[in-house]
C-alpha cells in the first residue's frame, strides 16, 4: 500500500511555464516533507523541504504548498526551465528518520 | 562538502548468484542507509545503520545482507539474484539518527541487471 501518492506519472510543460506536481498521503503522524530532484543516471538530491506547521515554503523558483486538513502537498516550478527536466520524489517522515517516497513525477520542459 | 561513491556502477549477474555492492561516504555521517528504485515504484528501503557495526532491516530486507565494518562504509549482498531482475540500488548517509529533518545525500547507484 502506497503511504504517499504522485501525480501526475510524467509531466510536460513549455518553457516559462508554471509545473504543477501532486503528492498526498495517509499517514497523520507525517511532520516533515522533503521533496528530491532526480536526473538521470544520478541519486535524489534534496530539492525543498518543509515541516506540517508551514502551509508554504519558498525557494526561488520552486514553492511547496501544503495543506495539513487534506493530507495534500503541491510542488509549484514557475518559469521552467529545460533544466528543471528531472524526476522530482515527493517524501515523508514522521518521528523517525526513515523516509517513505511517492513513486516520482517525471517532468520534461520543452523549449 | 564531501561525496558518496558507489562501486561499481553496472552489475550483471547470474541467476542465483551472490553479488555486493559496496558504498563509501567522507561525510563523517553516522547514519547510512541502502534503497532499492525500481521504475514507478519510488525508492524502497532494504536496510539501515545508525552507526558503526549497527544494522536495521527496512521494508525490503528479504534477498539481502548488509555490513557496516566502518563508519566510512556500507555493503549490500544481494543473497540470490534472481533472473530478469532490473534495479538500481541507492545508498545515502545522514549526520545522525533521530532528526528527522537532517538531509540524507545519495549517491549515483549501481545499476543491476541479471541474466
Known amino acids: 500500500q502506497q503511504q504517499v501518492r504522485q501525480s501526475p506519472q510524467s509531466l510536460t510543460v513549455w518553457e516559462g511555464e508554471t509545473a504543477i506536481l501532486n503528492c498526498s498521503y495517509e499517514d497523520s503522524t507525517f511532520n516533515y516533507f522533503p521533496w528530491y530532484q532526480q536526473f538521470p543516471g544520478e541519486g535524489p538530491a534534496l530539492l525543498i523541504s518543509?515541516?506540517?506547521?508551514?502551509d508554504k515554503k519558498e525557494d526561488g523558483r520552486f514553492t511547496i504548498f501544503f495543506n495539513k486538513r487534506e493530507k495534500k502537498l503541491s510542488l509549484h516550478i514557475t518559469d521552467s526551465q529545460p533544466g528543471d527536466s528531472a524526476t522530482y520524489f515527493c517524501a515523508a517522515l514522521g518521528d523517525t528518520d526513515k523516509v517513505v517516497f511517492g513513486t516520482g513525477t517525471r517532468l520534461q520542459v520543452s523549449p | 562538502g564531501g561525496i558518496i561513491t558507489q562501486t561499481p556502477k553496472f552489475l550483471i549477474g547470474q541467476e542465483g548468484q551472490k553479488l555486493t555492492l559496496k558504498c563509501q561516504q567522507n561525510?563523517?555521517?553516522?547514519?547510512m542507509y541502502w534503497y532499492r528504485q525500481d521504475s514507478g515504484k519510488g525508492l524502497r528501503l532494504i536496510y539501515y545503520?545508525?552507526?558503526?557495526?549497527?544494522?536495521q532491516k527496512g521494508d525490503l530486507s528479504e534477498g539481502y545482507d548488509a555490513s557496516r565494518e566502518k563508519k566510512s562504509s556500507f555493503s549490500l549482498t544481494v543473497t540470490s539474484a534472481q533472473k530478469n531482475e532490473m534495479a538500481v540500488f541507492l545508498c545515502a548517509s545522514s549526520i545522525y539518527w533521530g532528526r528527522n529533518q537532517d538531509t540524507q545525500y545519495f549517491g549515483p547507484g549501481t545499476r543491476l541487471l541479471v541474466l
Open positions: 518543509i515541516s506540517s506547521v508551514s
Open positions: 561525510f563523517n555521517h553516522d547514519t
Open positions: 545503520s545508525i552507526t558503526e557495526n549497527d544494522l
